[in-house]
């Protein structure tokens, strides 16, 4: 335990790397922290520097005003590029939500972004299945070899040295598992539909936005923020094969991919 | 000849959109909602600049496609009126082609 300007003892913050985004939390209480622990155990990692958030009740007013400000039954988080306020986090849940809004907006200059999909790697090289929930993310993942498996619902995709890569993330779905901590080229987008047999079919570039838009993790109304997710979605799908694919609840789908 | 209160339409300025494989895909920022037009969509919609009127954009379309003034027209002022409703255009500053500004 630390102690605060107040001489309050605090815990110690918390270091994260998700997608390589460093983040240091510091948390105003032991339990929010020792949930986090546990729940974000494999993305715990200190690398510098840290962009800090810091946890208020209520909201601070900041020195300057936020770049980007979200409220989420009833936490809220406010941010800029020298950090985050985040106000009313009573919970795990609520911080899971939160860290999603702040990663969404924090990935922008980073070339980045979040997408419901659930990630499998194999043979080496991301293959990246999008669509909301009941699209059958799970139903890949419970599919895929063990240890395979980002992430079951959310994937972090960023343009790195010349190359799409994604990542996993700590924020699961039905799979009921916390993504891997690692990262891989990205093979393809595949938009899933589940059906009675397995078929994929290329899409083009503006089909391949229609397909991913939806499913991108967004939350900011500010125009040019809006304009920069655009210029990210439309680089990647120009440079990363999309495809539709229907696929059955068997693990034959894998058979149809290209390779 | 244009009409003296001939409209003059802007694309909305709080809009993020982008030209991909020869479509143009939009989004309102407001409600994230995407918005797509295709290749005769984007011709006009790169032509919504607040300078020309609907007459005008519809004499740039037929020079480009071979399709009839009174067609080129009439889908220029149908999609106007569309993108209007939906506020990807806006009624630019100096109004209309009539105006004395002009």
Redesign the interface.
Same mark, same amino acid.
């Given at each position: 335990m630390l102690d605060d300007h107040a001489g309050r003892a605090v815990p110690r913050p918390l270091d994260l790397a998700i997608g390589c985004v460093p983040m240091r939390l510091h948390f105003p209480g032991e339990d929010l922290r020792s949930q986090s622990l546990e729940r974000y155990e494999g993305f715990c990692a200190t690398v510098e520097p840290a962009y800090p958030i810091r946890f208020e009740s209520p909201a601070p007013v900041l020195p300057h005003s936020a770049d980007f400000s979200y409220q989420f039954e009833g936490a809220s988080l406010r941010c800029d590029k020298v950090g985050a306020f985040f106000s009313g986090v009573r919970h795990a849940y609520a911080l899971d939500t939160l860290l999603r809004i702040l990663l969404s907006w924090v990935l922008l200059p980073r070339t980045g972004f979040l997408l419901h999909a659930a990630t499998v790697v194999r043979q080496g090289r991301a293959y990246v299945f999008a669509g909301r929930s009941g699209a059958g993310k799970s139903t890949v993942a419970s599919l895929a070899p063990a240890g395979s498996v980002l992430t079951d619902e959310i994937s972090l995709l960023r343009y790195e040295e010349g190359q799409w890569r994604a990542h996993g993330t700590p924020f699961w779905g039905e799979f009921r598992a916390a993504g891997s901590n690692t990262s891989a080229p990205v093979a393809g987008f595949f938009r899933l539909i589940q059906s009675p047999r397995n078929s994929v079919r290329a899409m083009? *570039? +503006?089909e391949a936005?229609?397909a991913l838009? *939806?499913n991108v993790l967004?939350f900011?109304?500010?125009?040019s +923020?809006?304009?920069r997710?655009?210029?990210i979605l439309?680089q990647a799908?120009?440079q990363v094969p999309s495809y539709h694919l229907d696929f059955q609840r068997t693990q034959n789908f894998w058979e149809v991919l290209p390779a | 000849m244009n009409s003296p209160s001939a409209p003059l339409w802007q694309k909305n300025?709080?809009?993020?959109?982008?030209e991909?494989?020869?479509?143009t895909?939009i989004?309102s920022?407001?409600d994230?909602v995407?918005h797509?037009l295709n290749d005769t969509g984007s011709f006009i919609w790169k032509h919504v600049d607040g300078q020309r009127t609907a007459a005008e954009i519809a004499a740039l379309l037929r020079s480009e496609y071979i399709v009839t003034s009174e067609i080129a027209l009439a889908d220029t002022e149908a999609l106007l009126e569309e993108l209007a409703g939906q506020r990807l255009v806006v009624l630019a500053a100096n109004g209309s082609a009539g105006d004395s500004s002009r």
């Amino acid at each position: 335990m630390l102690d605060d300007h107040a001489g309050r003892a605090v815990p110690r913050p918390l270091d994260l790397a998700i997608g390589c985004v460093p983040m240091r939390l510091h948390f105003p209480g032991e339990d929010l922290r020792s949930q986090s622990l546990e729940r974000y155990e494999g993305f715990c990692a200190t690398v510098e520097p840290a962009y800090p958030i810091r946890f208020e009740s209520p909201a601070p007013v900041l020195p300057h005003s936020a770049d980007f400000s979200y409220q989420f039954e009833g936490a809220s988080l406010r941010c800029d590029k020298v950090g985050a306020f985040f106000s009313g986090v009573r919970h795990a849940y609520a911080l899971d939500t939160l860290l999603r809004i702040l990663l969404s907006w924090v990935l922008l200059p980073r070339t980045g972004f979040l997408l419901h999909a659930a990630t499998v790697v194999r043979q080496g090289r991301a293959y990246v299945f999008a669509g909301r929930s009941g699209a059958g993310k799970s139903t890949v993942a419970s599919l895929a070899p063990a240890g395979s498996v980002l992430t079951d619902e959310i994937s972090l995709l960023r343009y790195e040295e010349g190359q799409w890569r994604a990542h996993g993330t700590p924020f699961w779905g039905e799979f009921r598992a916390a993504g891997s901590n690692t990262s891989a080229p990205v093979a393809g987008f595949f938009r899933l539909i589940q059906s009675p047999r397995n078929s994929v079919r290329a899409m083009r *570039p +503006a089909e391949a936005l229609r397909a991913l838009l *939806p499913n991108v993790l967004f939350f900011s109304t500010d125009t040019s +923020a809006n304009r920069r997710l655009l210029d990210i979605l439309t680089q990647a799908v120009e440079q990363v094969p999309s495809y539709h694919l229907d696929f059955q609840r068997t693990q034959n789908f894998w058979e149809v991919l290209p390779a | 000849m244009n009409s003296p209160s001939a409209p003059l339409w802007q694309k909305n300025p709080a809009l993020a959109w982008r030209e991909i494989d020869g479509e143009t895909v939009i989004i309102s920022p407001g409600d994230s909602v995407m918005h797509e037009l295709n290749d005769t969509g984007s011709f006009i919609w790169k032509h919504v600049d607040g300078q020309r009127t609907a007459a005008e954009i519809a004499a740039l379309l037929r020079s480009e496609y071979i399709v009839t003034s009174e067609i080129a027209l009439a889908d220029t002022e149908a999609l106007l009126e569309e993108l209007a409703g939906q506020r990807l255009v806006v009624l630019a500053a100096n109004g209309s082609a009539g105006d004395s500004s002009r």
